[in-house]
């Protein structure tokens, strides 16, 4: 058959018919209640419920309730109109469609439904409501009196003063609520898909637990008012009870990677998934166990590397803090990085002449300290530290040293190797109490590679 509606397109032949509306767009659904008329309406796009009064005509029309999503199916009676809406519902079609109304005669707009299911093809006589309802899984009809205060409360619910992220189950929700009808009567809460609480008196502020699991939480607070009209708001945050996980890089003895006082250290943050993402990166150091800590790179990357320069003889330490957007924490260990001192620190020597390289050479500050004949010594006093150590030569003419620490022989080392290696760490020892400590290498003169050359001396603070 013909569908109830009327879509005019050129002017009626019959002078009894009146035109109400003259637009490009498609206007259909139409009702009527005495002298005012209300229609489903597409010229902006989305449908809208527009309505025309006889006695005090606009051309066109005039929406009832502008919205930017889609209004259909509306009902007049009197100066009350009835539609189904799609404001609280995120996608087209979505599950939670609601009945709206409108008070012509005062602009009050009532929000008829507040299931989360669908309610649609509403109807009004004489200010009673009636529609179809998906909330018990199968269609039913529902109905309910407009009289009096059909205006629901307002309120709002912000989860921890509104912040965007929590490490916490635990949350305070800061809350507003009031009724300029019947009065505010009653409030509940519900997590996500949970079941509501009971009905309760306001408050300002309430302790609130979110539900378990990691990801985004929504909080739903719903009021109702004395004439029983009611309004679900809600707020959302993301719960990450899982820290970051903070790790370095560092050379043990500067040496190791640098021919010059100023080193490389790296470091990198893992994140647990899901995650609220880092806040900051920040990496700090200090000249020894005793020092304050100091910080050196602040709000940087998840990962990274910077030079560091340090100074002869001081020993650093290392950590990185890093700090996710829901406050989660984490300290890496602490790294440490020795510079040694230039060879030519020492007490006393027989034979381990001075050798100072071109500017290319990959030696410690470009120079070492070396002996070629059996015998010759080299001792340093090494004053409160908690380590000492050597740096060599290591290459083909390279030989072995007898080491003596505090007068006593602790053991041989050998230097000798088919290249020639640069810095190398050929002896370290270390000690539970800071003490000063006397170091000396003998040279063997190993027969065929006889030299040994002492590059650094390590000192642990």
């Keep these: 058959g013909t569908p109830n509606y009327r879509e005019a397109v050129r002017p009626s032949p019959d002078p009894a018919e009146t035109r109400i509306t003259n637009q490009g767009a498609k206007q259909n659904g139409p009702d009527v209640s005495g002298r005012k008329i209300v229609w489903t309406d597409y ?91 998906d909330r018990a899984v199968h269609w039913d009809i529902y109905t309910r009196e407009l009289d009096g205060d059909c205006v629901p409360p307002n309120g709002s619910v912000k989860i921890r003063n509104g912040s965007a992220y929590t490490r916490t189950l635990a949350v305070p929700l800061s809350l507003t609520g009031n009724d300029t009808g019947s009065g505010l009567d009653r409030v509940r809460y519900r997590n996500g898909n949970s079941s509501w609480g009971p009905w309760q008196s306001f408050a300002s502020s309430k302790s609130w637990t979110l ?26 945050i993301v719960l990450d009870t899982k820290k970051p996980t903070a790790r370095m890089e560092t050379p043990f003895v ?84 020795i510079v040694p001192f230039n060879e030519g620190i020492y007490k006393s020597k027989t034979g381990f002449g001075g050798y100072t390289k071109s500017g290319k050479s990959q030696n410690f500050l470009t120079s070492v300290r070396y002996s070629q004949t059996a015998g010759n010594t080299l001792t340093y006093k090494l004053y409160n530290n908690v380590g000492i150590g050597l740096v060599v030569t290591k290459g083909p003419a390279m030989g072995r040293a007898h080491i003596y620490v505090d007068g006593k022989y602790l053991r041989t080392v050998d230097a000798h ?39 650094a001396v390590l000192v642990v603070r």
């Design 254 to 337: 500067s040496t190791r990677i640098s021919k010059t006082t100023k080193f490389k250290v790296k470091w990198w943050v893992t994140e647990p998934t899901p995650s609220s993402g880092l806040e900051y990166v920040n990496v700090y150091y200090r000249p020894s166990t005793s020092a304050k800590w100091r910080r050196w790179q602040s709000g940087t990357a998840a990962s990274g590397e910077a030079y560091f320069s340090g100074k002869a003889g001081v020993t650093y330490y290392f950590r990185t803090l890093a700090v996710d957007n829901a406050h989660n924490w984490d300290w890496s260990k602490t790294y440490k990085t």
């Design 211 to 236: 539900s378990s699991g990691d990801g985004t939480k929504v909080v739903f607070y719903g009021l109702k008012d004395k004439a029983g009209n009611e309004k679900v708001v809600s707020d959302h």
């Design 43 to 133: 010229r902006s796009g989305p449908r809208n419920v527009y309505y025309y009064d006889l006695d005090a005509p606009i051309v066109n029309g005039t929406p009832v309730d502008p919205q930017s999503t889609t209004q259909y199916s509306a009902r007049i009676s009197g100066d009350l109109v009835v539609w189904t809406d799609w404001r609280n519902t995120t996608y087209p079609g979505g599950a939670n469609t609601d009945i709206y109304g409108k008070d012509l005669s005062s602009g009050s707009v009532i929000q008829v439904t507040t299931n989360t299911k669908k309610q649609i093809q509403p109807d009004i006589d004489d200010g009673r409501v009636v529609w179809a309802d």
């Design 417 to 455: 190797s088919s290249k020639t290696k640069a810095r190398q760490l050929i002896f370290y020892k270390g000690y539970t109490t800071k003490g000063t400590h006397e170091l000396k290498v003998v040279n063997e003169g190993t027969p065929g590679h006889a030299r040994f050359e002492v590059d």
